[in-house]
């Protein structure tokens, strides 16, 4: 036996009896024909009217709902549940002072206040759930990262998405974090890759590859938020103080940025310090092999380049322009734009010249 006829069965003994009753009733108000007559009818249309009615009031909305509710995602519920919640703590708190209105006000403005407010707390938490869900998670990242466990959330800016090595760095798997793009840079990215100038064209373009690369690599999981801060308008202000907000760093090669983010307190991961980190130390002393491509500043001197991009300093070295040789270290500098070499020829390459 099915749900549909048993909700028939019980729509028509209800509709008729309550048929019974209205006929008898409009019978007497009436003051004509006889009341088993009127009471008869009355049930027969209330009865066939339940019969037809009674599915579409209870079973038919009862499936809707489940078959509504089996498609809704987990989150969505949860925001929905939340909001209910939020919104009914409002409501009644708002129906306190209403409550005390004079009749007829005190009477229904309470319930009217409950209703709205429980509506509009579900609409805005299902609205914004993806935010929601996303500051709560990161609250409870930032205050697992006070405790001693920091580094789950990183804030990209828009000058290290250009740059790229990101990619890179998180296809290593040093990145054990997940990497939160705030979607004012994400526009800031989408203007520059519609440039009219070429240069900044393509630098736009190569930072959305890279934000695609970075979303197909799953050991740093990224992710995009409508998170924002009002009444902003730059981009690296609104980063600072995001990352304040959800105690996360910020990671950037961006110089001016670093700076201010750095007075105000918070955590920079800077890549140009990163690659300089990286780099192979030398002595002096020490004996490597470049290839010099270009004369130097002083007279003589010759310049080559290592592997990760340090500049070697060859005294003597013009002469072996477009050759690899083996030169002694003299001196290691450290500069703000990275480290430089100055060298020697090897005394062997001198005095194979010398001959």
Not at 189 to 195: G, N, R, T
Not at 270 to 285: I, Q, T, Y
Request: charged share 20%.
């Amino acid at each position: 036996m099915s749900t549909d006829f048993i909700a028939r069965l019980i729509g028509m003994v209800g509709f008729a009896i309550g048929g019974l009753y209205l006929g008898v009733s409009l019978s007497v108000l009436a003051e004509a024909g006889p009341r088993e007559l009127w009471a008869m009818v009355f049930a027969l249309v209330g009865a066939l009217l339940g019969l037809v009615v009674t599915p579409f009031l209870t079973t038919r909305p009862i499936r809707g709902a489940r078959r509504l509710f089996s498609r809704l995602p987990a989150q969505t519920l949860a925001a929905a549940l939340i909001g209910l919640i939020g919104g009914l703590i409002v409501g009644a708190l708002v129906s306190l002072p209403l409550s005390l209105l004079p009749p007829p006000f005190a009477s229904f403005l309470p319930l009217v206040s409950a209703a709205l407010f429980g509506y509009f707390g579900v609409a805005l938490f299902v609205l914004r759930q993806n935010d929601v869900f996303a500051f709560l998670s990161l609250r409870f990242s930032g205050a697992s990262a006070a405790s001693g466990a920091e580094g789950h959330t990183i804030l990209l800016d828009t000058s290290v998405i250009i740059d790229g090595r990101v990619a890179d760095v998180a296809a290593t798997g040093f990145l054990q974090a997940t990497l939160l793009v705030p979607r004012f840079v994400l526009n800031e990215l989408q203007y520059i890759a519609d440039s009219a100038d070429a240069m900044r064209r393509q630098r736009g373009r190569r930072g959305l590859d890279i934000l695609n690369r970075l979303q197909k690599d799953r050991r740093a999981p990224l992710r995009i938020t409508d998170l924002d801060v009002e009444d902003v308008r730059s981009a690296d202000e609104k980063l600072v103080i995001l990352a304040k907000q959800l105690r996360c760093p910020i990671l950037t090669n961006d110089y001016n940025l670093n700076r201010v983010a750095e007075l105000q307190g918070v955590t920079v991961l800077n890549l140009n310090e990163l690659a300089n980190a990286l780099r192979a130390v030398f002595l002096p002393g020490e004996a490597i092999e470049v290839r010099v491509i270009q004369e130097g500043k002083e007279a003589g001197q010759g310049v080559g380049y290592l592997e990760d991009g340090t500049m070697v300093v060859v005294d003597e070295g013009r002469r072996h322009i477009d050759r690899t040789i083996p030169v002694v270290v003299t001196k290691v500098l450290q500069t703000t734009a990275g480290r430089m070499i100055f060298a020697r020829v090897d005394s062997s390459v001198a005095s194979g010249n010398a001959h």
